[in-house]
């Protein structure tokens, strides 16, 4: 009845018999709690989060909906598990465009152990991490004109520079993103543009940002979704959420400047992409 | 006819011999450039910068004023060096409270040598750098009760907290910095608030900052000051200065996510500190 997700595209992935999240075919999505800490500090936030009085309704639909632990049947075979069981973002998408993007200039913080810190800086400094404040860490872009998904391996993504970054955004709203041609950015304007558009969205969640000082999200992804699939309406459904707390820690009336300046710059990088690309979506799609 | 600054809070100290600023008694600063690369890097950020025509005139204001480099008798007897001819920030000031923050959740950057970053990485820790986006690294306030200037030692400052960051901040705009009481934010309203306090001018600071990507100002510092000498008119004259750019690089159209994180975190403790004084300051001076 559980099944790997088909749209993840970072973190564990439940396949050979290891261990990760699956999905049932109500839009519920299982992960496991880890065996470290890591697992019960991520279901700490989410039991937090879903109490948590001082956060705005219209940001709660940034976070995926929190439905508590259940014992599930793990991925790797071990018998009955606890899973977080959480809102299954692509849910109802036919052909959804996804990515993930690590948001913050460091992806430790103060107290973690020497041999964490080293193997987070060692990171943050082969991507994007330091320079940009964000990292691609994952993606899966459909492509309209060679109508398949599109999808660069694992460490490509991680070896990303500046402008790998830059030109994974721009793929991620064209039609030909496997191509090796300019990307088009036929979607930008549908996408990333709009009232309901993702900057928009992403201008959302940055007004809390900026004086919220409850949590600090270390090392926490922003997913972005869109579908393919053109139905009646040409609705894309943009989805910004925000995913991956268990290094989430208390605010402690600071606000979270790492997670917030590195937001700041992946959002100049969309508006750069819509700005750069106005008149060519015009003609797009 | 140069004489060591009287109101310098933080950098190399002109005494005892040793190298460091002067000043003349027409409002210039005479900076020594450092025998390493640093002193070359400042001088040709300041060259850049005020030929540089993206930059608004309205943010200008918030730095020094460049008058070149000159050759100046050197406050360590060494005879003539060059030295980058500034603004004097506190010329004119007769009791001016000043406090010197550097900005930014790290002070290294990419492509430093590890001795630099491992230097930078220990100090960032030991303050609140890494915690709050920012550290007071030095400050000299007017006690308008005692009537005489208070300045901790800088072991002192380099060893604050997030209290005793906070607390910094408050006493900045007390009338009692140096008692052990409570500060009592006596001059915050005039100070921190108003459309020509230090929290409107950081707020200009911001708006810039958000969208420029000519500059990564690594290791900058803001530097605050306002005059306690109440003459005629009981004008504040607060100031809010960026300065020390040794460690300035092109932002590459990103932009300085660092700084950026760091003055909002900054911004929300002076705004906290608006918003809890508010009664107490009406009563106030």
């Known amino acids: 009845m559980l099944k790997v997700p088909e749209h993840q595209v970072a973190g564990h992935i439940a396949k050979e018999g290891k261990l990760g999240p699956l999905v049932d075919d109500r839009g519920r999505f299982y992960k496991p709690l880890q065996g470290d800490a890591r697992g019960e500090n991520e279901a700490k936030f989410y039991e937090s989060f879903s109490s948590n009085k001082n956060v705005p309704d219209h940001i709660r639909g940034y976070f995926p909906v929190y439905h508590g632990v259940q014992l ?3 991925s790797d075979g071990s018998g009955k598990l606890p899973h977080m069981v959480l809102e299954d973002v692509v849910s109802g998408y036919v052909k ?5 993007v690590k948001i913050g200039s460091r992806t430790w913080y103060p107290d973690v152990s020497e041999e964490y810190f080293n193997k987070c800086i060692k990171k943050d400094s082969a991507t ?3 320079s940009l404040g964000f990292r691609v860490s994952g993606l899966k872009i459909f492509d309209c004109q060679e109508s398949r998904f599109w999808r660069p391996e694992k460490r490509v993504v991680l070896a990303y520079k500046v402008d790998g970054a830059r030109m994974a955004l721009r793929k991620f709203v064209s039609s030909n993103p496997s191509a090796d041609s300019v990307p088009d950015c036929a979607y930008a304007s549908e996408v990333y543009g709009g ?3 993702i900057l928009a969205k992403l201008l959302e969640l940055k007004a809390w940002f900026e004086t919220q000082t409850l949590y600090h999200f270390n090392s926490c992804s922003i997913l972005m979704v869109y579908e393919n699939e053109s139905g ?6 943009a989805q910004v959420k925000l995913v991956d707390f268990a290094h989430v820690l208390d605010g402690n009336g600071v606000i979270d400047h790492n997670f917030f300046g590195g937001l700041c710059s992946f959002i100049k990088f969309i508006q750069d992409i819509l700005e750069s690309s106005d008149n060519r979506c015009e003609n797009g799609h």
Chains 1, 2 share one sequence.
């Not at 959804?96 to 993930?100: A, I, W």
């Not at 009646?232 to 459904?237: A, H, K, L, S, V």
């Open 72 to 74: 599930a049947e793990a």
């Open 96 to 100: 959804p465009s996804v990515m993930d």
């Open 128 to 130: 994007t991490t330091i």
């Open 232 to 237: 009646g309406d040409d609705e894309r459904r």
């Open 195 to 197: 009232s309901n558009g």
